[in-house]
């Protein structure tokens, strides 16, 4: 019978992987809900691909590349609605992206784009029918649009717009949206673009009466609406509101509907309410239960409410719904952690390593170490073998085994893992406990 051993404390650093919270307003998706490191995703790019006509366009391939990241290249498709979303990293707000967008029957249209470090941007992109374009540039002698059907000055002034409210210059924008529909009075998408400038100047008034042309026109309704819920809304003018909402909400599917709910969610956590974010998250989630970023928002609350296991559960939606996803991963993490879930921690710390780069093999021998010190040793060989399998050079992974092997009577295999330790780190503080084991192995 081997005298059993206590395994000494390690003099490791604590790990703790915060549940993440936003480093800025959610906007049009939730960012994370943490304090974010230094390389998280903090800025982001929501979207919308319209026809000339302001009709939603979807399957849009969107490729985003980076003249100074030539390492970077991430491909979206538009949904039904038209729209997509591209998430930056905080550090890279100081380069500039091309977005080129492609559809067959479409002319392919390229923008340049400087992200936010700090906040997420809503655009409008125009595409214009093939055979449309051939006639635009014929009649404008070689000017190519994003829109048609007008003059050669509304198209100018249309573009020039779109270009300002890209870069964030809302007052050039309006000014060019006017000129554009100075030019050209009946151009819907410029009312709809127009709109959103105003909404987004908070002069209300006018920003309705634009999206009730651009619905009077037939251009772009479900992004009109939307303009005039939120400025019925501001005007105080709740009944007609309630009403703009509904028929919004019959001009949506259930997925935009759900996106539409989110993104209110996002706007009531950026103004300190909760409650009522997480009303709004659970909403979609039950509009659409494919929407990944919902369940995540979810999580990530219950888990600051303290609420680890519906925590876990949201979490682990948002994971089944899509690639392992850096910020959900954290928040499974913490809430398996908290739940005292010790086989779940060993099953989601590899993958948690996988996409975290401060997450690695040092990490997973760290918690093995933290797992056997608290008595739970099938979990502490389970993480030092993932530790290996992510750094076969952190030797101290064998000690663990090694100490489990014989406790478990299996002297050979134990014999084997020690040596492996002593061969490779013979001076660690362990070492002397290692090779006393030994002997009673021998």
Partial sequence: MIRPYRLPKLRLPTLRLRAPSPA????????????????????????????????????????????????????????DDGEFLVRFLANQAQYRFVLLFEKAGYRPIEQSI??????????????????????????????????????????????????????GDLAAARAKFEAALAADPDLGPAHVALAQVLLDQKEHAAALEHADRAQELGSGRAAALAVEVDALRALGRTEEAEAAAAELAEAEDAAAA???????????????????????????????????????????????????????????????????????????????DALGRHDDLAEIAPRLAAVDPDFG??????????????GHADTAVALSRQALAVDPSLAKAWYFIGLHHAGQGENAEAREALARFLDALPDDPDAATAREMLTYLE
């Avoid at 409008?124 to 003059?151: D, N, Y």
């Avoid at 093999?361 to 608290?374: I, T, V």
Wanted: proline fraction near 4%; glycine fraction near 8%.
């Fill in 24 to 79: 800025t307003a959610f906007a049009l998706l939730v960012p994370l809900l943490a304090a974010a490191p230094a390389a998280a995703q903090t800025g982001g790019l929501r979207g919308q691909v319209t026809d000339a006509g302001g009709d939603p366009l979807p399957g849009v391939r969107i490729t985003v590349t980076s003249p100074r990241q030539p390492s970077f290249r991430e491909v979206r498709t538009t949904e």
């Fill in 114 to 167: 400087q992200p936010s470090a700090t906040r997420l941007v809503r655009e409008t992109f125009v595409m214009e029918e093939a055979a449309a374009a051939a006639a635009s540039v014929e009649a404008h002698g070689g000017l190519g649009s994003v829109v048609s059907g007008t003059t050669n000055a509304a198209i100018e002034a249309f573009n020039a717009g779109l270009t300002a409210q890209k870069a």
């Fill in 258 to 336: 759900a996106r539409r709910v989110y993104n209110e969610g996002g706007e009531a956590f950026a103004a300190g309410d909760r409650e009522t974010a997480l009303a709004k998250f659970l909403e979609a989630a039950e509009l659409d239960p494919s929407l990944r970023e919902a369940h995540h928002a979810i999580a990530t609350l219950r888990l600051a409410q303290g609420d680890a296991e519906a925590a876990a559960a949201a979490a682990e939606k948002a994971l089944a719904l899509g690639s392992d996803d850096l910020a959900t991963l954290r928040v499974l993490y913490d809430a398996y």
């Fill in 361 to 374: 093999g040092a990490k997973l021998l760290e918690m093995a170490a933290q797992q056997w010190n608290a």
